[in-house]
Nanobody, 127 residues
Framework: QVRLVESGGGLVEAGGSLRLSCAAS????????MGWFRQASGKDREFVAV????????YYADSVKGRFTISRDNDKNTVYLQMNSLKLEDTAVYYC????????????????????WGQGTQVTVSS
């Protein structure tokens, strides 16, 4: 029912910036809390950021706080992740996910709390 497609990944030098986009189709985007997760090679998928369905509540992982910004445009059915001051340890496949619980202010942070996932986009930070 819901399809999520990430884009914007690539190769960037440490200290640089990238903006990831996640376009949603199907369902009703404005009713979903949207999250960003990342998974480095050989490691577990970890929480990065989440924005509530109305955009009023936002939470970040400590590792990205102050460097990354999550936002959404419900008119475009798109969620964004602006990544600044990138570090080598930010290298991972980045996934967007949608929570279809319809909770107005929910900001889930666990992978098992999300119903739909994109295919991911690779972000590689070089020294």
């Amino acid at each position: 029912q819901v399809r999520l497609v990430e884009s914007g990944g690539g190769l960037v030098e440490a200290g640089g910036s990238l903006r990831l986009s996640c376009a949603a189709s199907g369902g009703t985007f404005s009713t979903y809390a949207m999250g960003w997760f990342r998974q480095a090679s050989g490691k577990d998928r970890e929480f990065v950021a989440v924005i509530s369905r109305n955009g009023a509540r936002i939470y970040y992982a400590d590792s990205v706080k102050g460097r990354f910004t999550i936002s959404r445009d419900n008119d475009k059915n798109t969620v964004y992740l602006q990544m600044n001051s990138l570090k080598l340890e930010d290298t991972a496949v980045y996934y967007c996910a949608a929570d279809g619980s319809y909770s107005y202010y929910s900001t889930p942070k666990g992978t098992d709390e999300y119903d739909y996932w994109g295919q991911g986009t690779q972000v590689t930070v070089s020294s």
